[in-house]
């Protein structure tokens, strides 16, 4: 599930416009996400590191000036709010939260930011619209047009997609995809507590995106990562699959992590046992956890080789295996 591919976040291929592909809720092991959100392909996955809840340094795996694609890039795509990226956003976990930030003024009419006189509502991708169909069009415009702008400036400045996503919500808030794009800009701006809030009121309202990883992250953002472990043994968590299903693998490994337990993070991730054959962000993000994780309980030489496969993986440069590499070297 991602906000920005599928979801509030998207834009239509008939328009040419840069998309944001909303965040891989990364893992810090944080969610890097797949899937559809409001925003687009893919939206908010963040990245967490060993240690990263108890304050230390923040290390992401992933490089993050390569996932910026240019607007050549990506082309004509539909904007989804929905959908998302598969970066990760910041990581989670105590120390790393912005102060919840109140939302009544910021969802009045008079505190939205301006909108570009080249966003359409038609940008939109039309999945998303078709949650609009119940407003009036000058109000499924308005909200239409926030959420492009909002996918549009998730990555570069998340405090300003989150305004947009706010001014939405403040004409629909009783709307799915409005809510998560809500909760997605949130939790790349770091408010876990805001972002948990939202997404959990837009999986109420049946959102079809597969937002239990980036909850459970969140989960971990506001210092309950034993919430985190729960939530991962719910059936919704056991409906996961393919990539949704590794991406709470990876919040759950950070979570674990936060609460000291290292060998039950080491064997969640090796269960089904990793491919180290295999390619791709997903792939490159659950190998540079685990080879983090070895660090951690100080198998270094397994460590190495696993970075080597995370580097190998990553063909999309979403790391900084290796540069790891050259540090155990």
């Given at each position: ?36 959100y ?91 619209r ?5 407003l009036d069009k000058?109000?499924a ?7 492009v ?34 909760g997605?800009?949130a ?8 972002a ?7 999986r ?19 210092g ?8 991962a ?8 699959t393919?990539?949704d ?40 993000r ?8 070895l ?9 190495l ?25």
């Amino acid at each position: 599930m991602i906000l920005f591919s599928a979801g509030p976040f998207s834009v239509s291929n008939s328009v040419r416009n840069p998309v944001r592909k909303m965040a891989e809720k990364a893992c810090d092991y944080g969610w890097s996400g797949t899937g559809q959100y409001p925003f687009g392909d893919s939206a908010g996955r963040k990245a967490h590191v060993v240690g990263d809840s108890q304050g230390g340094e923040e290390r992401r795996p992933r490089r993050a000036a390569s996932n910026r694609a240019s607007n050549n890039q990506r082309g004509n795509r539909s904007f989804d709010p929905r959908s998302r990226d598969r970066r990760p956003p910041r990581s989670s976990g105590p120390g790393r939260a912005r102060p919840a930030q109140p939302e009544s003024a910021e969802d009045s009419q008079d505190s939205a930011p301006r909108l570009s006189a080249d966003i359409e509502a038609r940008q939109l991708a039309p999945e998303v619209r078709r949650e609009l169909v119940t407003l009036d069009k000058a109000t499924a415009d308005y909200v239409a047009r926030h959420l492009v702008a909002a996918g549009n400036l998730l990555d570069e400045d998340p405090e300003t997609a989150l305004a947009h996503a706010r001014a939405a919500r403040g004409r629909a808030a009783r709307i799915a995809a409005v809510r998560e794009a809500v909760g997605i800009a949130a939790y790349h701006c770091g408010d876990w507590a805001q972002a948990l809030a939202e997404l959990r009121a837009a999986r109420r309202m049946g959102s079809k995106s597969p937002l239990l990883p980036m909850i459970a992250d969140c989960e971990r953002g506001v210092g309950r990562p034993e919430r985190a472990v729960e939530l991962a043994r719910s059936p919704e968590a056991e409906a996961l699959t393919g990539e949704d299903a590794d991406e709470l693998r990876i919040v759950v490994a950070g979570a674990r992590a936060d609460l000291g337990q290292f060998e039950q993070a080491l064997t969640l991730l090796s269960t089904p046992p990793l491919d180290p054959t295999s390619r791709g962000q997903t792939a490159a993000r659950l190998f540079y956890v685990y080879a983090d994780l070895l660090l951690a309980v100080e198998r270094t030489d397994e460590a190495l080789q696993w970075f080597i496969h995370a580097a190998e993986a990553d063909v999309e440069g979403v790391t900084d295996a290796e540069e790891r590499i050259t540090e155990l070297s």
